[in-house]
RNA sequence: GCCCGGAUGGCGGAAUUGGUAGACGCGCAGGACUUAAAAUCCUGUUGUCAGCAAUGACAGUACCGGUUCGAUGCCGGUUUCGGGCACCA
């Protein structure tokens, strides 16, 4: 019998869909685990081999964990909303929702044909009404609720006004927007509008003014991607920063325990890193400078309180609310201009460009807390108006971009570290003797900054604070495929639409632009209000919105009267293990363990982190063919003979080039231009270039999993993405070198029919040792990389179990189907196969993992490198449990030992018993 | 600019914790089978030098330097490629 992929692989996926054999249940009485795969966003150009790379390997873990014994959860669903079918509705008309379904139909049957576990049933897509009820439903327990820093969790709105019924705002400590201090009979005597504003000041979800992207020619909020180099890339029209009132989730509220929460999960050292620089956690003060001659007080932040002494300027970021409250009526026109001029800078570029110094003069003086000198205050887009208050001290001795911008307009520079020399550049190091500081002369950094903010606090200006760079996310975006806010909006105040209405429903409109006047697209819905009349909020959710808890509905897709039930969440309680690209490191990743936190906060589920274990995925990128064509020419010339002529470099689509040969008909039949296309060959022969870039349609470098399955079947394309390379790094895709997987599984097979004409032909005898080591030994290599996720060599070390094998004429029973249960979790498809062919009459997935037994898997003897001076001279096969003393012995008594030393002086033996062993002759 | 990751033969990559660098696979070269091809199998394959050969010497894991008996792995510095930087998802 033949090894016919196609009729396998058709049969088997046929058979598990007919027979549920994914389908799993919420109630088992096997310990769970949930394996979770990062949604993709379905494109219009399906799937190319880099998508299935993350998806093979938890396909895998989560077969190997139910041949262990767990109900596995491992569900596949869809991150529906996006800018992309938005583009493409705008630029065709055809409705997003259309050209959703279309692409995930496309993906859908894409990935059927790889052979994933998933348990279809529980396919979920979020911009299905049913799903993003949930979505908005989160999003209005938001709404009603604060956040208590004292009980460190979300709290109800019920509770806070309690709290200013007894007491004001002058005791509660909650995470709040900009809201003055009042007492109790201040907020008795409030109106209702009154009241309003300041809840909505602590609200989870609130609105704010937020700098946005506005192109103004196109009417539009642009993302950071859409805007190149100050112009929108549609179009290439100016686009500036501009203030709009958007919705705000009040994420920084648990930046402590996002920070905390990472010590108890199973993340990459480097993943951590990235969330807790993102979440950006400072220790210092915030401490108010007075203005002279005028009322306002600048609030800034500093971690180096330590060094007012030597703050010789205050700077303000150009969108800063103090530059209007400051500016002299002589400087108003000038800071006007620099402001304009920095509003078409997306923040971005504000950031990279450390070169360019730019600032201008407000006139208007602040007073140095300390010293009592007047000091000047400064606008300049070095200071980000997003992150601490929006005003910084400047202390141009220690601090390089402060030094920087003194140099460039000559402002005092005070060093206050004994020893600092600061005349080329700044002394930015935190540790030294204190100079130039008053009371704090003498001390050492450290013990300064702790004196100093002592200080701050006595003087009555300021006090201790923990500043997070975590900021609130804008929740609002200016775009028609995304979730509706369940939001109404009566007498100018936002309401919240009562949870029996859910979920608002995506409104049908003419046009997906926005309108003239600039207003989102929503706003072009006939009857976009509620019965009574008042208008719906006209923005919709980000991409974030749905991707925050999906993971959640997967353990109770259908559930209508709950996101998730508590039965199954406390059975599934969390994902055990998730794989994605790490492009999701801090964004999706901070935003869904926010949202569960506050989910947990309120009891609806178990657990406080929603990820136990994580790996990144590492991105495939294209391997590009090229071809020469010689200058005003049609005719090509071959890789190796292009220095000869002067020609230009084209891409070839990579289907048509096989090992770097090209395949001259289909070129010419590729393009009508390449018809007549003349080539110059070596050794009759046209050899492409090549280079490793991005895969992508404009690179024609993109390949296809349903062009491989069709070819080589499911089986090897899934082992081969596995072999690779380890399946966190970036690597390139190369079809020619898929050969190998391809007659591996061929191998196998014929392991078990090699009998005449092919038939079946497995024998019951007892395995030799030899065989039971081969066996043993990759059972443990397979299980242990298994666990790792160390796919590549767990391909490996079956290739060579099964060449040792095929050597050894094995076709025992014993030896082979324990084999086959270990590949299955990476060959689904011809191991059920096999398992049948073997006599069983269940599917292998409910097989059992292969017992490794122990004594199998060591040598009793170790090949010992012996070294001279660390260079490995020969090689001496010694029992495995020799001592230090018998390795010596052994290896003294060797007549290569004597050669090598030659009459030298032996200096030192180094001996490591099971590794090695070294001499240091002279 | 800032944060994170990577760099090993012609190519993808392997190398428990600092202990034989190049497993496995591709490609290539030679051979077997075949009328021939495909398929399959066998042998060789880091470089340089020496040798008829078995083999031996030297160099070698992006670059420069350090620690160590011993470094692909640790430390300091550099180059370069990739990801992220808050409205792509």
Known sequence: ?????????????????????????????????????????????????????????????????????????????????????????????????????????????????????????????????????????????????????????????????????????????????????????????????????????????????????????????????????????????????????????????????????????????????????????SEGCEMYFEVADSDVKLKIFTTRADTVHGVTFMVLAPESDYVRQVTTPECRDAVDAYVAGAAKRTELERMSDTHSVTGQFTGAYAINPFTGDQIPIWVSDYVLAGYGTGAIMAVPAHDSRDYAFAKKFNLPIIPLIEGADVSQQSYDAKEGIMMNSGIFNGLDVLTAKKKAIDEVERMGIGNRKVNYRLRDAIFSRQRYWGEPFPVYYKDGHAEMLPLDKLPLTLPEIDSYLPTEDGEPPLSRAAGWQTADGCRYETSTMPGFAGSSAYYLRYMDPDNDEALVSKQADEYWQDVDLYVGGTEHAVGHLIYSRFWNKFLYDLGYVCKDEPFRRLVNQGMIQGRSNFVYRIKDTNTFVSAGLKSQYDTTELHVDVNIVKNDILD??????????????????????????????????????????????????????????????????????DTSNIEG?????????????????????????????????????????????????????????????????????????????????????????????????????????????????????????????????????????????????????????????????????????????????NFVIK
């Open 1 to 281: 019998m033949e090894y016919n992929h196609r009729e396998i692989e058709a049969f088997w996926q046929k058979y598990w869909e007919d027979h549920g054999t994914y389908k799993v249940s919420n109630v088992s009485d096997r310990p769970k685990y949930y394996v979770l795969d990062m949604f993709p966003y379905p494109s219009g150009a399906g799937l190319h081999v880099g998508h299935p790379l993350g998806y093979i390997a938890s396909d895998i873990f989560s077969r190997y964990k139910r041949l262990k014994g767990f109900n596995v959860l491992h569900p596949m669903g869809y991150d529906a909303f996006g800018l992309p079918a938005e583009q493409y509705a705008i630029q065709t008309g055809q409705h997003p929702a259309v050209t959703t379904e279309q692409n995930i139909n496309r993906y859908r049957s894409q990935l059927k044909k790889i052979g994933f576990c998933y348990d279809w049933s529980r396919e979920l897509r979020t911009c299905d009404p049913k799903y993003y009820k949930w979505t908005q439903w989160a999003f209005i327990q938001m709404y009603n609720h604060y956040y208590d820093l004292d009980a460190k969790k979300a709290r109800p709105i019920a509770d806070l006004i309690a709290e200013f019924e007894q007491n004001g705002n002058t005791k509660i400590n909650a995470a709040h927007s900009d809201v003055p201090e009042f007492p109790a009979a201040v907020w008795n005597g409030m109106e209702d509008s009154e009241r309003n504003s300041v809840i909505d000041a602590y609200r989870l979800a609130y609105r704010a003014k937020t700098m946005v992207n506005w192109c103004p020619k196109l009417g539009t909020v642009l993302a950071n991607d859409e805007v190149k180099d100050g112009v929108s890339e549609r179009g290439g029209y100016p686009v500036v920063q501009k203030p709009m009132e958007q919705w705000l989730l009040r994420v920084s509220a648990y930046a402590e325990r996002l920070l905390e929460g990472l010590e108890t999960i199973d993340w990459t050292d480097s993943l951590k890193d990235m969330q807790r620089n993102w979440i950006g956690r």
């Open 664 to 733: 001259i008909d289909a070129f010419r039949a590729w393009r009508p231009e390449y018809n007549n296309a003349e080539f110059i060959l070596e050794d009759g022969k046209y050899v492409c270039g090549y280079g490793i870039e991005k895969m992508s349609k404009s690179m024609y470098n993109v390949v296809n999993p349903d062009n491989v399955v069709e070819d080589y079947g499911a089986d090897t394309l899934r082992l081969f993405e596995m072999f690779l390379g380890p399946l966190q790094q970036s690597k390139p895709w």
């Open 741 to 917: 997987v391809s007659r591996f599984l061929k191998k196998f097979w014929r392991l078990f029919f090699n009998g005449k004409d092919g038939a079946l032909n497995v024998s019951d005898d007892e395995p030799t040792e030899s065989e039971l080591r081969t066996l043993h030994k990759t059972l443990k290599k397979v299980e242990d990389d298994i666990l790792t996720l160390n796919y590549n060599t767990a391909v490996s070390a079956m290739m060579i179990a099964v060449n040792d094998l095929t050597s050894a004429k094995c076709n025992k029973r014993k030896v082979l189907e324990p084999l086959t249960i270990a590949l299955a979790p990476f060959a689904p498809h011809i191991t059920e196969e096999l398992w049948k062919q073997l006599g069983h009459d269940t599917t292998i997935c409910d097989a059992q993992f292969p017992q490794v037994i122990e004594k199998y898997t060591v040598d009793d003897t170790k090949c010992y490198p012996v070294a001279f001076n660390g260079k490995t001279k020969f090689t001496l096969d010694l029992p495995a449990g020799l001592d230090k003393d018998g390795i010596e012995k052994a290896v003294r008594d060797n007549e290569r030992f004597q050669k090598t030393v030659d009459g030298k002086t032996i200096v030192k033996v180094i001996i490591v018993p099971g590794k090695m062993v």
